[in-house]
């Protein structure tokens, strides 16, 4: 059984770290460069192989440079690539990261290619009938619905990624179990103007298990109907904050299969995002389970 399948963007990224942001029209040495695999869901997806789960991905890539790399960084890091289907002659998604090391801050340039939309085939059903949990992320919306309704219906659970404010994710939202969008997201879609109304105003309108509201250095909080609980970031010295968020994901995925509950999910995916964050790679600087434990330890948190 897989217990994890995901579904959304697959990204190659060229990261660049910067001494500073550049002005525009100059020229600048960066201080490292690096290709390393990204997008929401597929980077979610390598956090919990890395914390010991059993995680697949389910999408179309090229046999370009990039999805041929993409393919790869996959397997490299465990996760099971049997369910991509591979095409010729098309442009994979990308993109061009700036890492700033004197405001460790990021800045994003993308391409989403060429490919055409994921359509599911009779194995990648299979595969979601018999999953515990789908991470999903609002890319490839028509096939993340039409997955959501088979793991739902065969008593899985759909984890979703919500970052953008995509069209038409109401479809997408309706059919979530565990609701983890960001600060942004949350006010964005709801209208409200802080996030404990707007998880509020998310539980009321889409009912799901849980909503976890993602705010950055302020950590976040958790809503289940009855009462909102905040939990914290951990301590780092951020060398890399790209792909945190995605980390977080799927840190929450790996540890809610595990069996815990929400609320230390939150915790343990917290302080895996923390660590991820004191290494330059979001996948590469993902850390294994028992030293997310260890840390959290450390912290005045033990599991």
């Known amino acids: ?42 980077t979610g997806l390598v956090a919990a192989a890395k914390l010991g789960e059993s995680a697949s991905y389910i999408g179309v890539l090229s046999d370009d440079a990039g999805g041929v790399f993409l393919q790869k960084d ?23 990261l700036w890492l700033a090391k004197d405001s460790a801050t990021r800045t994003c340039v993308f391409d989403k290619g060429d490919l055409p939309a994921l359509t599911l085939n009779e194995e990648q059903k299979k595969a979601l009938s018999e999953a515990s949990l789908l991470m999903v992320d609002g890319n490839e919306l028509d096939g993340a619905v039409e997955a959501a309704s088979i793991v739902r219906e065969n008593g899985g659970k759909v984890l979703y990624d919500c970052g953008g404010l995509y069209p038409n994710v109401d479809r997408l939202l309706a059919v979530t179990d565990l609701m983890i ?101 979001a996948r590469e600087s993902t850390p294994s389970f028992e030293t997310v434990k260890n840390y959290m330890k450390e912290n005045g948190y033990e599991l």
């Open 74 to 96: 996959f397997e490299k890091y465990g996760v099971n690539t049997s369910l991509v289907s591979v095409m010729s002659g098309y442009r994979s998604f990308a993109s061009v």
């Open 1 to 42: 059984m897989k217990k994890i399948v995901g579904i959304g963007a697959c990204v190659y990224d060229t990261l660049y770290t910067l001494p500073t942001y550049p002005t525009e029209d100059t020229k600048m040495r960066a201080v490292t460069s690096q290709a390393a695999g990204g997008g929401p869901v597929a």
């Open 181 to 281: 969008p960001s600060a942004e997201f949350a006010m964005g879609h709801t209208g409200c103007g802080d996030i404990e109304s707007a998880a509020k105003a998310l539980y009321e309108r889409y009912r799901p298990e849980i909503v976890v509201i993602t705010d950055g250095k302020r950590g976040g909080l958790l809503y289940d109907g009855s009462e909102i609980r905040r939990y914290p970031i951990y301590p780092a010295e951020v060398l890399d904050s790209n792909g945190a968020g995605d980390v977080f994901h799927g840190a929450f995925a790996a540890a809610y299969v595990k069996g815990y509950a929400p609320e230390t999910c939150c915790h343990i995916a917290s302080a895996t995002s923390a660590i991820k964050c004191m290494g330059v790679g």
